[in-house]
């Protein structure tokens, strides 16, 4: 397994994951969408099995592979930007130590996907 295989799945699974804890502090409410929890389960629905899609065409080192990983760990950026921006402006969710350590980690992680597919061209 390459780099940016194991990149995808590490950005991809802290994705997942955070979006359980999302569900734990109600994420919709800080968004403002209606539907509460169902619509919430719907967008995931929708969402999560395009970038495990995404992850196939890495694989396979399909020509929109390098797209689908920049999707991807670009989420994990802009996840970790969104709630950077929550907090600063003193919203308290996601502050639990572990929470915290996973938007953390959703950046990094998409950091430096976006990083190693921008430098392999």
């Known amino acids: 397994m390459k780099n940016i295989e194991r990149l995808y799945i590490a950005t991809l699974s802290l994705l997942i994951v955070h979006q359980i804890d999302a569900a734990y502090w109600k994420e919709w409410e ?3 969408l ?3 929890i169902q619509l919430f389960d719907i967008l995931n629905l929708a969402i999560i099995p395009f970038l ?4 196939r065409m890495v694989l396979l080192r399909a020509p929109n592979g390098r797209r689908w990983s920049l999707i991807t760990g670009g989420l994990g950026i802009l996840t970790l930007l969104i709630h950077t921006g929550f907090y600063i402006a003193g919203n308290d969710r996601f502050t639990l130590p572990v929470s915290a350590l996973i938007v ?3 950046g990094l992680s998409g950091i430096a996907q976006v990083a190693l597919t921008l430098k392999r061209g």
């Open 34 to 36: 209606p539907g509460g």
């Open 104 to 106: 953390v980690a959703c």
């Open 30 to 32: 800080l968004f403002l």
């Open 52 to 55: 495990v899609f995404g992850f």
